[in-house]
């Protein structure tokens, strides 16, 4: 909602490349913290070449998020000029096939393109363009937070500090060049101002979660810090069991309450927007074991949001 997207792309040059860059570990990017991602950056630049487009919240705003993007990939590749591009698809399956065609058409040389969804989880190469991408993203946030003294966290819609600026802004009647204002939220607050924040904020499942659903102020700014509870106690529960990142074979009553209480609607939005890997993961995995329907249906619910004919959902959803 705040910030620019970034998009990058990873040159190797040779076979050797290649295996120096899985031999890092990189792996899809959002299953690491900051300082891993961080770490990873300064190791994947020392090996191969990247190239990065930075995009203005204010080029969003003009031409949405997709055909900026796509042609934000093109420059990149137009100027690598690869024999073959691995790339993580923007778009839902069924719009694979268009993009794809989109994108060959504005190559002027031959290149294989490979597109698919989730492609960092399956490629090494695009899992290091997604971590630098987003590394640089938080060197943006970092130098937006310089520049307005707020605490604008990272810039998604989950985040209390995102959305105490936003109110902040639609109190003043404007919002700065760093905001997408295509955004369905901020169009929202433009109509209408956020309702008052809750006095001391969330204080966890055992201090307010009967009450969650019971009026604007606690949905809009109590699930976030419920699930990321949930997703916490999850984590310190399989570090006392030894057991690392797994979920636990046992199910936690406290956790349970809060997946029943928020919905499969926002636990989607807290799975994809979320700037905690770690908390994403852990809850993930949580699902999977414990709540496996309950997962389908919140996967779909955030490949929905991201189909090319749910524009301003998918914006809601998020991204680098």
Same mark, same amino acid.
């Given at each position: 909602?705040?910030?620019p997207?970034?998009?990058a792309?990873v040159l190797v040059?040779?076979?050797?490349?290649?295996a120096?860059l899985?031999?890092l570990?990189v792996?899809d990017?959002?299953?690491?913290?900051r300082?891993?991602r961080?770490?990873l950056?300064?190791?994947?630049?020392?090996?191969?070449?990247v190239?990065?487009?930075?995009i203005?919240?204010r080029a969003?705003?003009?031409r949405?998020?997709?055909?900026?993007?796509l042609?934000?990939m093109?420059?990149i590749?137009?100027?690598a000029?690869?024999r073959?591009?691995?790339?993580?698809?923007?778009?839902?399956? *069924?719009?694979?096939?268009?993009?794809?065609g989109?994108?060959?058409?504005?190559l002027?040389?031959d290149?294989?393109l490979?597109?698919?969804?989730?492609?960092?989880a399956?490629?090494p190469l695009?899992?290091?363009?997604?971590?630098?991408?987003?590394v640089?993203r938080d060197r943006?946030?970092?130098?937006?937070?310089r520049?307005y *003294?707020e605490r604008?966290?990272w810039?998604?819609?989950?985040?209390?500090g995102?959305?105490?600026?936003?109110r902040r802004c639609a109190e003043r009647?404007e919002?700065p060049?760093?905001?997408r204002?295509r955004w369905?939220?901020?169009?929202r607050l433009?109509?209408?101002p956020l309702a008052?924040e809750?006095?001391? *904020?969330?204080?966890?499942?055992? *201090?307010?979660?009967?009450?969650?659903?019971?009026?604007?102020t606690?949905?809009?700014?109590?699930?976030?810090?419920a699930l990321?509870d949930a997703?916490h106690?999850?984590?310190?529960?399989a570090q006392?069991?030894g057991q690392g990142v797994?979920a636990?074979e046992?199910?936690?009553?406290?956790?349970?309450?809060?997946?029943?209480?928020?919905g499969?609607?926002q636990v989607?939005?807290?799975l994809a927007?979320?700037?905690?890997?770690?908390?994403?993961?852990?809850l993930r995995?949580?699902?999977?074991?414990?709540?496996?329907?309950?997962?389908?249906?919140?996967?779909r619910?955030?490949?929905a949001a991201?189909?090319?004919e749910n524009e301003?959902?998918?914006?809601?959803f998020?991204?680098?």
């Amino acid at each position: 909602m705040i910030g620019p997207l970034v998009v990058a792309g990873v040159l190797v040059q040779s076979e050797r490349e290649l295996a120096e860059l899985e031999a890092l570990g990189v792996r899809d990017s959002k299953a690491l913290t900051r300082p891993q991602r961080q770490a990873l950056a300064r190791e994947i630049e020392t090996i191969a070449r990247v190239e990065l487009k930075i995009i203005p919240a204010r080029a969003l705003d003009a031409r949405g998020v997709t055909a900026v993007e796509l042609e934000a990939m093109a420059q990149i590749l137009r100027k690598a000029r690869p024999r073959t591009a691995l790339i993580d698809a923007p778009v839902a399956p *069924g719009a694979i096939p268009s993009f794809k065609g989109a994108l060959r058409r504005a190559l002027p040389f031959d290149c294989e393109l490979v597109v698919e969804n989730k492609a960092d989880a399956r490629y090494p190469l695009v899992a290091a363009a997604s971590i630098v991408a987003k590394v640089q993203r938080d060197r943006e946030m970092a130098r937006l937070r310089r520049r307005y *003294g707020e605490r604008l966290g990272w810039g998604y819609p989950s985040e209390p500090g995102v959305r105490a600026f936003l109110r902040r802004c639609a109190e003043r009647g404007e919002f700065p060049d760093c905001v997408r204002r295509r955004w369905r939220t901020v169009r929202r607050l433009l109509e209408r101002p956020l309702a008052p924040e809750a006095p001391g *904020g969330y204080t966890g499942p055992e *201090g307010g979660l009967d009450d969650m659903t019971k009026g604007e102020t606690k949905r809009d700014y109590g699930v976030e810090e419920a699930l990321l509870d949930a997703a916490h106690r999850l984590q310190a529960h399989a570090q006392a069991q030894g057991q690392g990142v797994g979920a636990p074979e046992e199910r936690l009553e406290a956790v349970d309450r809060v997946i029943r209480r928020v919905g499969p609607h926002q636990v989607a939005h807290f799975l994809a927007t979320t700037g905690d890997a770690q908390a994403v993961a852990a809850l993930r995995a949580y699902l999977q074991r414990h709540w496996p329907a309950y997962l389908e249906l919140v996967e779909r619910l955030i490949q929905a949001a991201r189909r090319p004919e749910n524009e301003d959902v998918m914006r809601e959803f998020g991204g680098d």
